[in-house]
């Protein structure tokens, strides 16, 4: 019988009775030819690959990420959380070394969701990387390091979001350039924020980019800057619309790319992202992605319809691609050489005045960010938080949060802020997150109607 | 019609004789010959005809080991696999251990043939296995489940060239499963032992006429069911692991606990083996049976077998008892050498057996030392055994109710596979079962006929039949490989209600074909219904049904 080289533990979860609408991407069949492929493959009896069964998180796992508005109950139905749970299985296995490492096959997808939740955007609504790397952070301590490829055609926004402040995580997400494709951002100019600049890296790839330059980007950019900050865990979130048959994007990656892709960046988890070409690239690129983390030959893998024709890339993309390898190449270079005042200003305060669409469920959020710029450590923030659209009528909420490894200046200025915000009665909620503590508080809290 | 059921045993040869009202008639034991399992069936038979008053005809319920034998020890003739794996998985990382001809040609997830089989590579990959001297062929293409045209388009081109391979088995006949490398060794295994099935066949037939008071034969399956002889001959592996599962069905005929969930506890001297009884019906093993080391397709009941019986050595370890895996040998109560499980209940008065002072003798001399008297040992013993009996039971549960599942509505609300009652089956099943049960809070009975059982579980074995209905309404076509069909449908006339009524007619019909007059009840097991969707028009719908006749078994008194 095969033997996986590596062990590897899947937790599959279709999800074959969800979808946003019957008709939508993310419908009940998305990975139906997957679930196909799989099966008939027959991985599921090779030695060393182990099926696992999701739970459903609860509310504790997402606070740590999340402000959803008005709660959690409202905002995160039970197949999110059984997709979060399941990316905090992925961890748990690899954590309590149970097996080599580990892939989260499921859905729904999260990496368009920030930290404060009105709905969802981009198909998503919480971000189950997120979840699960704040759920290892909670397990091993703050210490941790851990650095997150994603490789969606999509710019990984959420994550970015949720990490921007912080150093003890790596975000490196390849997408398609923003210029051409949803969410629209993702620029080489998006950097981190004071405690953690040089931590965000983004590769916009011009449409047409293929195996030949995914790979180059893979080999002379990503893997040189893991090889220098050494994360202790390498996440994936892989998303496999950069596929060439995939209808939302114009990206010309193959199976065979994407499993090169997994042999060359040996993640420790990995987590589905979107990828909508569900018959022609889905079942052959998570075969892929599984041999190769099995440490099995991928190099039959094919699909149906390859033909040499489907790699080449349009002559004007690799020139593009190498440019921006050299150019965030330079930057990471020269990050520790960057003036903060030069890029955040001299004030006590980093400000970020934002508006984000939530095009699934029409909503328009305008945010107001305020982090401190704090020597000691990486910040108390506040956050006002403004939402309109869709079906949730009209809010508006205020967010303190507490960062891991809190001086006790911040934290001290943070519980004030918390206290204050609420005497002042021009919010619905205030919010108050505290990683370190656990401690996730809210004022007036919400509660279902009908519920005591 | 009265019923010979006969299961040859691995000791034994277990033959029942069941009447028309299900009452047992007779019953006969005779010592399994493993030269001559056919010798087997016959003395068991002769007997239990010779017991048989009145000229009354009787059906033949047969489990036969040899398939299972030749698996197990290599046997059975030589043969290889013409294998259409198209990309994916590299088919030298499956290491089969067998010989495996590839050759070009691919059908994909949806049934689609990408590309088509290269006749002349096919024709000289057949050469080679015959020249590599295989002598029984199985064509087995991935996805063949769904579109079954390149296999029958091998087989041609190996038939026409006049290749006289005695068996030719092709991968869709004997599965809608998913899985291409087990219908690689499903087909495998079918092919070499077709013609030891073939043979056992042709000698049944003779037996027959020389007994016409039987008037028909059944063979035993791994799912506890039964098949004709005929079909038996093309698909023999399905008569794998028979054995066990008539053991299964014997407790389903001859309980009378009226709980749709049970757990089937069934001790021997060395193992204990656990099956489960989910709303009635026993649960079958997820992917298919195992034997040989070989992962196959075939349907097969869920058992997990235990290292803990009556005969167990037992072990003083920290002043505490440790059972098993290993068996000593029969009971000091017996005359055997060491004090087992089954002398502690002798000599605690628990189950009466040979010399009651033979087993405290042997107690007393195991406790020396370790334990202040023979008494409490013993009583140590009982406590092990129940309690490693009732921690495998609650883990086969925790197995089962974490086996995967693909729907957030299986995830929140799973159905109820909890036992409400203990059945136990065995000889030492009387000492241990109430004891267990108590534990387990759960109400129990102990099946009578332990010495025989299996043969009664042969007799009341009904037939089973089940197939896979695939609808791809997109494609206009409706797929049933178990009986390689492949037929054109309407799309506009075809929903799930059609789709079901197609699985339920098909699966009805089918088991009139095979002469089942008393079909029992067909039943929709498995059910999928998926849009197809392009660029945001629906433009098709996807189902997967499988459907049964209703399995169970018949009462037995």
Redesign the interface.
Known sequence: ???AKRSVGLI???????CIT??HPE???RL??T???I???????IAGIY????Y?AEDKPIQRVHICVPSVARRVS??HR?AVGGSMLAADLVLDNKVDCAFALLRPPGHHANRVVHGARGFCTVNNEAIMVEHMRRRLGPSIRVAIVDTDAHHADGTQDIFYNDPGILHISLHQDGRTLYPGTGFVTERGGPAAYGNTINVPLPPGTGDEGILYVMENLVMPILEEWKPDYIINAAGQDNHYSD?LTNMNFSAGGYARLTEMLRPDIVVLEGGYSI?GAL??VN?GII?ALAG??C????????KPDCLRQPQHVMPIVKNVVSEVRRQWETRHQVKREDVFGRGTNYVRDRSIFYDTDQIVEKQHERIKLCNDCSGWREIYSQAAGGRIGHTQVAIVTVPWLACRNCRREAVEAYERLQTLGRFDQVFYQDCERDEYLCAPDHHEPGAL | MRVIGIDVGGTNTDAALISDEGIVLAMVKTPTDHDDILCSVRTALEEIIASHKGPFPMELHLSTTLPTNAIVEGEGDPAAVVAI???????????FGFPVYSVKG?V???G?V??DIDPDEVLSAARQAWNDGARALAIVG??SQRNNSLELAAKQVVEQAGLKFSQITLGHQLSG??????RIMTAYLNARVAGIQQEFAAVIERLMSENPIIAGVRILKADGGTMGLAESCVRPIETILSGPAASLTASLALSRRTEANTVVVDIGGTTTDIAVIAGGEPVCQR?GAVIG?F?TLVRALYTVSIGLGGDSEVRIHDSGVVLGPRRVGKAAALGGAEATPTDAAVALGLAELGQRDKAIAALKKKAAGAFASWESLAQAIIEAFVLRLCTAVDEVYRTLE????????E??APPDIRPRAVIGLGAPAGVFIPLAAEQLGLPWEILPYHAGANGIGAAAARPTVSLSVHVDTEQEQMIIPELGLRKQIKQALFDQKQARRAAVEHTLAYAQGLGLEECSEIQIVEE?A????R????VGR?FNIRAQMRPGARRVR
């Open positions: 019988m095969a033997k599959f979860f279709p999800a074959f009775d969800w019957p008709d419908r009940e069949e139906l030819y679930r196909d492929q099966m008939e493959e027959g991985l599921l009896d099926e696992y069964r999701p459903v039970e197949p059984i209808p018959e079942p052959y075969v041999l099995l030959d190099s039959s893998l094919r699909e149906p319809d390859w | 794996p198209g990309p994916g998985m590299n088919l030298l990382d499956y290491d691919y994909d997830h949806r689609r990408a590309s991935k996805f499963r998913h899985g291409f490398p087990r992917g080391g992962n974490n086996v995967p599942v693909y729907t957030v509505s995830i929140l999928e998926f849009n197809v969707v660029g945001f028009h629906t996807i």
